[in-house]
């Protein structure tokens, strides 16, 4: 088969390293032509050469493989794009975790809602409407964009709505929270049948069974009992025992999406493990993406000298990615879940919002059963992100301040930590930080820069459970294999 794949902010080494190896492990795939693209030619070089001399290793002479900085370019012609950019990188990322715990806004992640979230959302609304511009233009008739970036509604909804772009958003939360309560049970992961909906990050096993029985209503026991799981996953674990049902997202992650959680510094110890950064700890994620980053800028050239990828069929990874592209392509059925417009596939969310829902793809397209109502603890929590999300997303089409703030007001942690005037002067304060990511509110942030003045005192906070950032000599000491986790972490550059 010979076609073409775009991938945009291939500078993340592992992922896009992950995704490919992926793809080309489908015998079928041992023709396609794919492209590079990023705005770091540094990263982009270091990316094509690893993945080049993994191709020639596997004896896939027929693929075609090369890099450009040029988007234009880089979607010409293409059938698939998969989008991987995460707009302003590291510079970008600090500013959304370290202005919101000015006013003691304390995130462990910052990516998906809560300020972090809307403010990354702005940004990358931004780019990913002028992909689509560009796919719309250049890239194969009814080409389909494939969203891996964060905030993922936010991302997917603006390219479907309007981008005009049919989109499909990725996630691997579902896969790893099956992968938590196959282990809660101690029942093999490919035993147990589920249905998992909400929105992303937000998505509800609302069923589980186990040959023929019912094991639903048994998780919370499963979960309690567990030795590792009861210490860090407090946060789902309570979300549990008050709504039902187990949430597929992280502990870090959710905790940051509701408002009981994070609200109170001296409580939220209670709630977290600061074993790993997933499950809690202030800026977490940060922390991580900057040890690696630095820890890959100095040791890359190590990894020429290791042995390349293998391409094994039953080798991949549980990223949807190729499986969706396998499956349009071949006809091969496949079941996962995806990021989708709604459409009434859940009757009791709006019908405009993004929901995650279990999808079957083969030659016939991407297919998504209706699910009806999902129970209504559930649909209030997905619903007020929903509303947060919508607010996010018109602000960044437009650039309108007015609705940015809105988006921040009715966020589930800005709102239990901050008063209307913090709100709007910290929203205030980030725009004026990170202008040069957000171009379509540049009249916007010319004015605030003539007129902002901080009214309200704010503090320099490192944050109730802050980590610092390690050393590359201090994480070797540490004994980890760091190529190994690198490998497998998707690079911010």
């Known amino acids: 088969m010979k076609f073409k794949i775009a991938f945009i902010g291939a500078g993340s080494v592992g992922f896009t390293r992950k995704l490919i190896k992926d793809l080309l492990s489908v015998p079928e795939f041992n023709n396609l032509e794919l492209c590079l693209m990023d705005i770091s030619e540094e990263n982009l070089n270091m990316v094509y050469e690893i993945i080049k001399r993994?191709?020639?290793?596997?004896?896939?002479?027929?693929?075609?493989?090369?890099?450009?900085?040029?988007?234009?370019?880089?979607?010409?012609?293409?059938?698939?794009?998969?989008?991987?950019?995460?707009?302003?990188?590291?510079?970008?990322?600090?500013?959304?975790?370290?202005?919101?715990?000015?006013?003691?806004?304390?995130?462990?992640?910052?990516?998906?809602?809560?300020?972090?979230?809307?403010?990354?959302?702005?940004?990358?609304?931004?780019?990913?409407?002028?992909?689509?511009?560009?796919?719309?233009?250049?890239?194969?008739?009814?080409?389909?964009?494939?969203?891996?970036?964060?905030?993922?509604?936010?991302?997917?909804?603006?390219?479907?709505?309007?981008?005009?772009?049919?989109?499909?958003?990725?996630?691997?939360?579902?896969?790893?929270?099956?992968?938590?309560?196959?282990?809660?049970?101690?029942?093999?992961?490919?035993?147990?049948?589920?249905?998992?909906?909400?929105?992303?990050?937000?998505?509800?096993?609302?069923?589980?069974?186990?040959?023929?029985?019912?094991?639903?209503?048994?998780?919370?026991?499963?979960?309690?009992?567990?030795?590792?799981?009861?210490k860090q996953e407090k946060v789902r674990i309570d979300v549990l025992k008050n709504f039902g049902y187990y949430s597929t997202e992280s502990n870090g992650h959710l905790s940051e999406y509701l408002p009981w959680y994070r609200k109170r510094p001296e409580e939220l110890p209670d709630w977290i493990s600061m074993t790993e950064w997933i499950h809690g700890e202030t800026g977490g994620y940060l922390r991580v993406c900057t040890e690696k980053r630095n820890w890959f800028e100095e040791d890359f050239p190590k990894w020429l000298a290791e042995e390349p990828e293998k391409y094994i069929y039953e080798n991949r990874s549980n990223e949807h990615g190729s499986f969706i592209i396998e499956s349009l392509e071949t006809g091969r059925c496949y079941r996962g879940h995806f990021n989708v417009i709604n459409e009434g596939i859940i009757s009791n969310l709006p019908h405009d919002a993004v929901v995650e829902v279990p999808g079957y793809v083969d030659a016939t397209g991407i297919n998504t059963p209706l699910i009806g109502d999902i129970p209504a603890g559930c649909a209030a929590i997905c619903s007020q992100s929903i509303s947060v999300q919508r607010l996010s997303v018109e602000a960044a089409v437009i650039g309108n301040e007015y609705l940015l703030k809105q988006a921040m007001l009715m966020d589930p942690l800005c709102g239990a930590v901050c008063n209307t005037d913090e709100i709007k002067q910290m929203t205030e304060e980030m725009l004026i930080a990170e202008a040069e990511w957000i171009p379509q509110y540049q009249e916007t942030v010319d004015k605030l820069k003539k007129t902002f003045t901080k009214k309200i005192n704010t503090r320099e906070y490192a944050g109730a459970a802050r980590k610092k950032v390690k050393s590359v000599e201090e994480l070797r000491k540490d004994g980890k294999d760091l190529n190994v986790e690198a490998q497998a972490f998707r690079m911010i550059k």
């Not at 809560?114 to 796919?135: F, S, V």
């Not at 309007?162 to 809660?184: P, R």
């Open 54 to 230: 993994d191709i020639f290793a596997n004896d896939l002479h027929s693929v075609s493989i090369s890099k450009t900085t040029n988007r234009i370019e880089a979607v010409t012609d293409a059938k698939y794009i998969i989008n991987t950019v995460r707009v302003g990188g590291i510079d970008a990322f600090k500013l959304d975790i370290e202005i919101p715990l000015r006013y003691g806004i304390d995130q462990c992640v910052g990516d998906t809602l809560c300020a972090g979230g809307i403010m990354y959302g702005q940004r990358g609304i931004n780019m990913i409407l002028g992909l689509c511009e560009d796919i719309n233009k250049y890239s194969m008739k009814n080409a389909i964009l494939l969203n891996y970036s964060n905030p993922m509604v936010m991302m997917t909804w603006a390219a479907n709505k309007f981008g005009q772009v049919k989109t499909i958003g990725l996630c691997h939360g579902v896969q790893n929270g099956i992968n938590q309560i196959a282990e809660a049970f101690n029942i093999p992961e490919k035993e147990i049948d589920y249905v998992c909906a909400g929105i992303n990050h937000q998505t509800w096993y609302v069923k589980l069974m186990h040959k023929g029985k019912d094991l639903t209503g048994d998780l919370l026991e499963a979960m309690q009992r567990h030795d590792v799981l009861s």
